[in-house]
């Protein structure tokens, strides 16, 4: 071969290898990391009912875009596993803890995947969603979930839960969303002065949804603090006793209090500092002492006081002075006199709720009802009469 030839041949060569290199980091891109679609593979054998994608005979989760998987395309590391609401069942095992890249974990609304929930998941390091709502997972909740140091979102509820709810739970600081709601746990709510680690340290925290469970025992005052970032706080439908601490009057970005159905006793404390508060909740407890003054809450639109023991007092006169208000229940509170006509014209009124209680004299509800307003129960109190200047009449008294 001449020289000439040679020469002209060796960038042609180079060319080749050069895209036969580039063909090939395509290739190694595509494909899963290996620890991922081992993991992957064997968590499916745990399945029933996965997607279609996931039967096909791959090694590829990421290059044959699985349902449900996101992946990083840099080290093709598996960064999302999502699969919501799929109908799956079986169990998740320790396998779970090898995706170690993961940042969303979401096996929500598949009823029937559920068992004891593996410790591996406390491997997840990188974790910023964990859901598992409305599945059948069982057992205790695993301490090693306090790992989880970047979470955001923790959503266990909805599930079948025992035992206490864990202290380190308490070293999640990036946490805003907290729900352990409709469970079967027990126990007291951990603290850090009594556990070293407890759900006071949680300040990022915007809701703490622990409602329908059988958490029982008193409340600490050092559980809530200005500090804190709470908005809604469900606790709600518990076992709860001893008095409602003051501690969480003080939570200036609080929206929603739901205490309500528990054992709760003793004074409502102050909570007119809670100017942001629009939901506040707290029948069907044993309460006692004079009827909440709510005069300076003026972003109340939902108030809910009733099957307590408060002292018989007349009329609130914040019932008139809430312009936000939108439902009104107070039964069995032992509430006396005259309802005000202004009431039933609150702009944003829909259902007023006063049954067994001590109302007396006449009710005249006035010509400038609030077309919202559809329920008024009244029953079993002492009005003599009422007068509506409304069609609505037969639909809205009870």
């Not at 979102?153 to 035992?163: A, C």
């Not at 509170?333 to 005000?340: A, D, T």
Request: with cysteine.
């Amino acid at each position: 071969m001449a020289k000439g030839e040679r020469e002209g041949r060796l960038p042609l060569l180079l060319l080749l290898l050069v895209l036969c290199l580039l063909a090939g980091s395509r290739i190694a891109a595509a494909a899963t990391h290996p620890q991922d679609a081992a993991a992957l593979k064997s968590l499916m054998r745990k399945w029933s009912n996965v997607p279609a994608s996931w039967r096909k005979k791959s090694n590829d989760p990421c290059g044959d875009k699985w349902d449900g998987i996101e992946c990083n395309g840099a080290n093709s590391r598996v960064t999302s596993l999502n699969l919501f609401g799929m109908n799956m069942k079986g169990t998740l095992s320790d396998d779970i803890g090898s995706l170690t890249e993961l940042r969303v974990l979401d096996l929500s609304s598949n009823k029937d995947l559920g068992g004891p929930l593996t410790p591996a998941i406390g491997k997840l390091v990188q974790l910023i969603n964990l859901a598992l709502i409305g599945c059948s997972f069982s057992g205790t909740v695993p301490s090693e979930l306090g790992n989880l140091a970047q979470l955001e979102f923790f959503g266990l509820n909805s599930n079948q839960f025992t035992g206490r709810i864990p202290p380190s739970l308490g070293k999640l600081s990036k946490v805003k969303w907290l729900d352990l709601a409709d469970n079967k746990l027990t126990g007291l709510l951990p603290n850090s002065r009594d556990h070293g680690a407890g759900l006071d340290q949680l300040l990022n925290a915007e809701h703490f949804h622990l409602n329908q469970n059988s958490l029982e025992g008193p409340i600490p005052e050092y559980m809530f603090n200005s500090s804190m970032h709470l908005k809604h706080i469900l606790l709600d439908r518990n076992n709860f006793s001893g008095t409602i601490p003051s501690s969480i009057g003080v939570i200036p970005t609080l929206e929603v209090l739901r205490l309500n159905n528990n054992n709760f006793t003793g004074r409502v404390p102050a909570m007119n500092n809670l100017t942001k508060l629009h939901v506040l909740m707290l029948s069907n407890n044993k309460l006692s002492g004079p009827m909440p003054n709510l005069t300076d809450m003026k972003g109340l639109g939902n108030v809910d006081l009733s099957n307590n023991s408060f002292m018989p007092s007349g009329v609130p006169s914040w019932f008139t002075e809430l312009p936000g208000l939108m439902t009104l229940t107070m039964q069995s509170v032992g509430i006396s006199g005259k309802l005000p006509q202004k009431l039933f014209s609150l702009r944003d009124l829909q259902h007023v709720i006063l049954n067994d209680n001590e109302l007396n004299d006449t009710l005249d509800m006035g010509n400038t009802i609030n077309d919202g307003l559809d329920l008024v129960d009244l029953r079993n109190n002492k009005i003599t009469s009422v007068t509506v200047y409304s069609s609505l009449d037969s639909k809205l008294l009870k």
